[in-house]
C-alpha cells in the first residue's frame, strides 16, 4: 500500500515538474534563476521564447544517487596540445558524498535537466562576457582544487596525455577500461578521536565517531558538507594517536555548529569538555538497563524514535515488541525451547503483568512447581 | 613604434635649445590622447583561481621572442622555492606563497607591469619614450631610450628591467600588455593560455565590478580589497587574494598618483630657478673669496 501511495506521488511530482518546465508561469522572471538556465538569447519574448532545447522526456534531476551516474564521460571538446580526457564521472560523484555533492560541478542544476558546461561556459576565451569563466577554465578550476590539495602538484598527466604521446593519435583504450567498473573504496570510519582544545570549561574533547554514525544514526552528510579529499588522501597525514589540537579563529557558534544540532546550546558544557579522555556512551551507566546482545548492536533511533529530544522508552518488552504476543514470538531465542503444551499457553500465564524481567510463575497450573527447578520444555541453550 | 627616434629627439631638444622661450616639444605632438578611456583594457589577476602552471611566464616569453624553452619544463616547481622578479629574460613570473585563509593551498601570485593609469614612468621618463595607450598599456620606445633609468627608478612597482649585462646597446625591457597582438584583436599572451582564466580580460570598468562581484559572492573567499583599483591613482591590472596584500609582497601604496611623487620631487628641485641661481651664487662665491686671497696675498708681498 505505501509503496502504491509513493509512486503514485512520484508520478504526481514528475508530472508537476515538467508542467513547472514546460510554463514557468507569470512573472517567473523574478524567479532567482539565471534567464539563460532556460533561454538561449538576451531577451526571449513570447512569439520566440528561445528556449534551450531540454531531453523532457528524460528528467534526471542532480540528485541521483552516484551509482545511477554515468561511469566515464570523454571530454574532447577543447582538444588542443592535449589528446581527450576521460573522467571517470561514477567515482567522483561517489567522493563528492561527503563534500559539496553533486551540485559541486552541476552548480546550475536547481532541478530539471542535467546542464552542459557549455550552455553557459564559452569555448572561446576571447568573449564579451567575461563574468563567467570559459569553458577550458570552467573545467579546470573544478579539477584543480582537490586534485591540488592531495598530489600537491598541478599533475596535468594525471588527466591529460600529450598528443604527440598518442598511439595513433587515439587514446590508449585500456585507460577506458581502467574505470570500468571501479568504484571509490570505502571510507573508513575512526572511531574515537580526542580533540584539545583551549576551552577553559575542559580542554579535551573526546568524540566517539562510530557512536554517532552507528547508534545515533547520523548520516556522514549531517557534519562532513565540504569535505576535503585531504583529509583521507593527504601524504604528509599525521596519525590520530595523539590529541589532534584544534587552533580555530571560528567563532564559538562555526565550532560547535556540527554538536549544537542536536546537543542543546543550554547543555553542561562537560558533557564533551573534560580534563581527561571521556568514556564512550554506555547505556548501564546512563539509564541503569545495560542492553544485552540484542540491543546493544541497534541504533537509538530504532527504540527512541528519531525526533529530538529523544522519546523514553521504559524496558518492558512489549513497549516496544508490540507483535510479540501469543503464538507470535520465537522463546527458543531465550535459549527455553518451550514444549507442545506450553506452547499454546499466553505469555502472561506464565510471565505475570508481562513482566519478563522477573523470574516466571508456575502457580496459576500448577501447586508446588516452580522455575527454574522444574522447566515447562527444553533448554537448548542461548544462540 | 611610435615613429620616434633619438634622432627626432636631439633634432627637437636642439631646436628648443635654440628657440625662444614659450615653444615646446608638446606642440610637435597630436591630439591629446584619452587615456582614461571608459573602454581602456585591463585584466583581473584572481591569485585564488592561480594554480602556479608558469604556462604565462612560457607564452609571454614566446610572445616577446624571448628564449622560452619546452613548456613541459615549467612544470618544475623547485623554481618556487626562491622569490622572483621580472627582469629582461622574463617579464612576467609567478611566485608561490603560503596558503590564506579557507584553503590548504598555497598562493600563486603573477608578477608583471600594473600599467598604471597614472604611470610614473612616463612623467619620469627625460626623453619622452615611454607612451601610456588607450587602451591601457605602458609601452616605450626602444629606438628612443637613452638607458638612463629614470623609469627603473620611478616606477612604485620596480618593474623595468635594465639589460645589465649587455655592455653594447642594453635595454630597458617591461611587459607591454601585448600592445602588438592586442591590436591585432588578440588576447594578450598570458591571459590566452591560462588554464584556469585566473587572468580575466575586459575593461577595466567591467573587471571591476566582476571582482565586486566575486568578493561579494563569496566573502570567506576573499580579502575584501581590490589591489590596483585605487593604489597610485588606479592600474589596468588588478588582483584578488586570500590573503593579505602585504604578505604577498604587494608595495603598500597611496591613492595618489606615482608621478605626482617623482614629479613633485623634481619639480620641486628645479622649482623657480633656485639650482642654476645657486649655483652661480656658489660659484660667484668662489670666484669672490679666490679673488680676494689673490689680492690679499698680492698685498702682502708688497
Not at chain 1, 50 to 56: A, G, S, V
Not at chain 1, 96 to 109: A, K, L
Request: proline share 5%; charged share 25%.
Amino acid at each position: 500500500m505505501m509503496k502504491k501511495i509513493i509512486s503514485l506521488l512520484l508520478v504526481l511530482f514528475i508530472t508537476i515538474t515538467i508542467q513547472a518546465q514546460q510554463s514557468p508561469g507569470k512573472d517567473h522572471s523574478k524567479l532567482k534563476v539565471d534567464c539563460s538556465t532556460c533561454h538561449i538569447c538576451d531577451v526571449p519574448t513570447k512569439s520566440d521564447p528561445c528556449l534551450i532545447q531540454c531531453p523532457r522526456e528524460k528528467i534526471t534531476t542532480v540528485y541521483q544517487k552516484p551509482e545511477q551516474t554515468p561511469e566515464l564521460i570523454t571530454i574532447d571538446q577543447l582538444s588542443d596540445r592535449y589528446g581527450p580526457v576521460y573522467f571517470s564521472h561514477k567515482i567522483h560523484a561517489q567522493m563528492s558524498e561527503m563534500s559539496g555533492g553533486c551540485e559541486t560541478c552541476h552548480h546550475h542544476n536547481t532541478s530539471g535537466p542535467i546542464l552542459k558546461c557549455s550552455t553557459c561556459h564559452s569555448s572561446t576565451r576571447k568573449r564579451d562576457n567575461v563574468s563567467v569563466p570559459d569553458l577550458k577554465a570552467a573545467y579546470h578550476r573544478q579539477c584543480m582544487d582537490c586534485h591540488r590539495e592531495w598530489s600537491h602538484d598541478n599533475g596535468c598527466n594525471t588527466c591529460h596525455t600529450l598528443k604527440k604521446d598518442l598511439k595513433n593519435g587515439k587514446q590508449d583504450p585500456n585507460l577506458q577500461k581502467k574505470y570500468a567498473g571501479k568504484n571509490h573504496p570505502v571510507v573508513l570510519e575512526p572511531t574515537k578521536l580526542v580533540y584539545e582544545t583551549n576551552s577553559d570549561k575542559g580542554k579535551i574533547v573526546t568524540f566517539y565517531h562510530d557512536d554517532h554514525t552507528k547508534k545515533f544514526g547520523l548520516k556522514c552528510t549531517t557534519c562532513h558538507k565540504q569535505e576535503s579529499c585531504t583529509k583521507c588522501h593527504d601524504v604528509n597525514r599525521k596519525d590520530n594517536k595523539q590529541p589532534i589540537k584544534v587552533i580555530t579563529k571560528r567563532t564559538f557558534e562555526e565550532q560547535h555548529k556540527n554538536c549544537i544540532s542536536c546537543h542543546k546550546k543550554t547543555e553542561n558544557c562537560s558533557k564533551c569538555h573534560s580534563n581527561k579522555v571521556l568514556e564512550p556512551f554506555d547505556h548501564a551507566k546512563k539509564t541503569g538497563w545495560p542492553l544485552n546482545k540484542y540491543h546493544i548492536n541497534l541504533s537509538c533511533v530504532k527504540c527512541h524514535g528519531s525526533a529530538q529530544p529523544y522519546k523514553k522508552v521504559d524496558n518492558k518488552c512489549l513497549s516496544c515488541h508490540k507483535s510479540w504476543f501469543d503464538g507470535k514470538f520465537k522463546h527458543s531465542v531465550t535459549g527455553l525451547q518451550l514444549d507442545e503444551i506450553h506452547i499454546e499457553l499466553s505469555c502472561d500465564d506464565c510471565h505475570s503483568d508481562n513482566n519478563f524481567a522477573v523470574k516466571p510463575t508456575c502457580s496459576s497450573c500448577h501447586d508446588d512447581y516452580s522455575y527454574p527447578k522444574q522447566k515447562p520444555g527444553k533448554v537448548i541453550g542461548k544462540k | 613604434m611610435s615613429g620616434k627616434s633619438r634622432r627626432d629627439f636631439l633634432k627637437k631638444s636642439a631646436l628648443v635649445g635654440a628657440g625662444i622661450a614659450g615653444l615646446s616639444t608638446s606642440s610637435a605632438k597630436a591630439g591629446p590622447k584619452n587615456i582614461l578611456s571608459e573602454d581602456r583594457m585591463g585584466v583581473l589577476v584572481d591569485t585564488t583561481v592561480c594554480i602556479g602552471c608558469r604556462q604565462c611566464e612560457w607564452a609571454c616569453k614566446e610572445a616577446h621572442d624571448l628564449p622560452a624553452g619546452d613548456l613541459e619544463s615549467y612544470k618544475n616547481r623547485e623554481v618556487f622555492d626562491n622569490m622572483r622578479r621580472p627582469d629582461h629574460t622574463a617579464l612576467t613570473v609567478v611566485n608561490e606563497y603560503s596558503p590564506g585563509k579557507s584553503s590548504n593551498l598555497p598562493v600563486d601570485v603573477k608578477v608583471q607591469c600594473m600599467h598604471c593609469d597614472h604611470p610614473a614612468c612616463v612623467s619620469a621618463c627625460i626623453v619622452g619614450a615611454f607612451t601610456k595607450h588607450e587602451n591601457g598599456a605602458v609601452t616605450w620606445d626602444t629606438d628612443m631610450c637613452i638607458g638612463c633609468r629614470y623609469c627603473m627608478a620611478a616606477c612604485p612597482f620596480q618593474i623595468p628591467a635594465f639589460e645589465y649585462d649587455k655592455a653594447l646597446n642594453p635595454k630597458i625591457m617591461k611587459c607591454d600588455f601585448c600592445y602588438d597582438r592586442t591590436k591585432e584583436g588578440k588576447l594578450p599572451a598570458c591571459v590566452s593560455i591560462c588554464p584556469v582564466e585566473a587572468l580575466t580580460y575586459g575593461t577595466r570598468t567591467e573587471l571591476v565590478k566582476i571582482a565586486r562581484e566575486r568578493i561579494k559572492k563569496d566573502p570567506d573567499r576573499y580579502v575584501d580589497h581590490i589591489y590596483g583599483e585605487y593604489e597610485v591613482g588606479g592600474t589596468s591590472w588588478m588582483y584578488l587574494t586570500s590573503k593579505d596584500f602585504a604578505e604577498l609582497d604587494f608595495p603598500k601604496l597611496g591613492n595618489n598618483p606615482a608621478p605626482g611623487v617623482s614629479e613633485s620631487i623634481q619639480h620641486g628641485i628645479f622649482a623657480y630657478f633656485v639650482p642654476p641661481v645657486s649655483l652661480y651664487a656658489l660659484l660667484g662665491g668662489i670666484m669672490w673669496m679666490t679673488k680676494r686671497r689673490k689680492e690679499l696675498d698680492e698685498e702682502e708681498k708688497l
